[in-house]
């Protein structure tokens, strides 16, 4: 097998304009088939992407006997209990972020995949795989900023729709697991640890009972990390790191332009240096990478363990928001 054959759960709108399209230009990556609870727009998105095989069903694409991968890209609270379904039918998962609604959900599905050793489970937080982060992590490792102290990362959009699963709480909706998962993983991502403690604050919308402000303080002992994300606030997203001897600050951090070349800029000893990658598709890297995990059966490039650190600093920030102080892991 040189091809890994892929399987899409459901016809989300960000499953069809920026995941899928990048899966099909991978050279190892086939989108066989897609799903959705209605046959009808199965068969409009399958004729619309070129997929050859549509289900009417969730439960009959993780059934079939010719795919290899599911991608998960449901709403938050049916992450875990898909991905387990997908486990259960003998299918690796590439899952969105975040992996759960919860700690404690994230650890189930953890204490699930052990009883499938064979197969490949992974939270799709693609932005790792871009050459910019993997040049920043590289620096920071490298000293070339010298010792990390903090970290500001800022990430927005306004989003009111009401029909929008993210501005519904019933699915697990709002900014935190949206958006500031990012800034929480990319934090742990550079200082190589998970914090000690956390001190977090969240503004509800008072109709949807979402958070649409949420603002947190990753203290890791050796530096802290800062972010704000919002729901409710015009586009904007940027990223800063900051060493005692330097700095890097990206300009597009989590979703990068596919089709125009990105930059960031490191300053070191008073000057600053553009640099420039070329355009690329960092969810065609993510499935690129997931798919030779499972051909060349080795770990996963981001594990499972991870996605589960990542909810509980999360949790952990909304346990400060409600008691109003540091709270630890």
Request: contains cysteine.
């Amino acid at each position: 097998m040189n091809q890994i054959r892929w399987g899409v759960l459901s016809t989300s709108n960000f499953a069809v304009t920026k995941v899928i399209p990048a899966i099909q230009q991978s050279e190892i990556c086939q989108v066989a088939a897609i799903s959705s609870r209605s046959p009808e727009q199965a068969e409009k998105t399958a004729q619309q992407l070129g997929i050859p095989q549509f289900y009417g069903s969730y439960n009959e694409l993780i059934a079939a006997p010719d795919i290899d991968v599911i991608y998960n890209p449901l709403p938050n609270h049916l992450h875990v209990l898909w991905t387990i379904q997908a486990l259960r039918a003998g299918k690796h998962v590439l899952c969105e972020k975040p992996i759960s609604s919860d700690a404690d959900e994230a650890i189930k599905l953890l204490e699930e995949t052990r009883k499938y050793p064979q197969l490949k489970v992974m939270e799709a937080f693609m932005y790792r795989f871009h050459p910019q982060w993997r040049w920043t992590k590289e620096a920071v490792e490298q000293g070339k900023i010298g010792k990390l102290k903090t970290i500001h990362s800022f990430f927005s959009y306004h989003n009111t729709d009401p029909a929008n699963i993210r501005n519904q709480a019933s699915s697990a909706g709002g900014g935190l697991l949206d958006i500031g998962c990012y800034s929480i993983s990319l934090s742990r991502f550079l200082f190589g640890s998970e914090p000690e403690r956390i001190m977090g604050s969240l503004e509800l919308d008072a109709q949807y009972k979402t958070d649409r402000l949420a603002t947190g303080i990753l203290d890791f002992g050796s530096g802290v990390s800062i972010f704000t994300c919002s729901t409710q606030l015009p586009l904007y997203q940027r990223a800063v790191i900051h060493g005692d001897q330097g700095r890097i600050e990206l300009e597009m951090p989590f979703n990068p332009l596919p089709d125009q070349p990105s930059r960031l800029w490191f300053t070191h000893e008073g000057k600053t240096e553009e640099i420039t990658f070329e355009a690329c598709n960092q969810y065609t890297i993510q499935a690129d990478l997931f798919s030779l995990a499972i051909l060349e059966d080795r770990l996963v490039p981001t594990s499972l363990e991870d996605a589960v650190a990542n909810m509980i600093s999360i949790d952990t920030l909304k346990q400060s928001a409600k008691s109003g102080r540091w709270e630890r892991p």
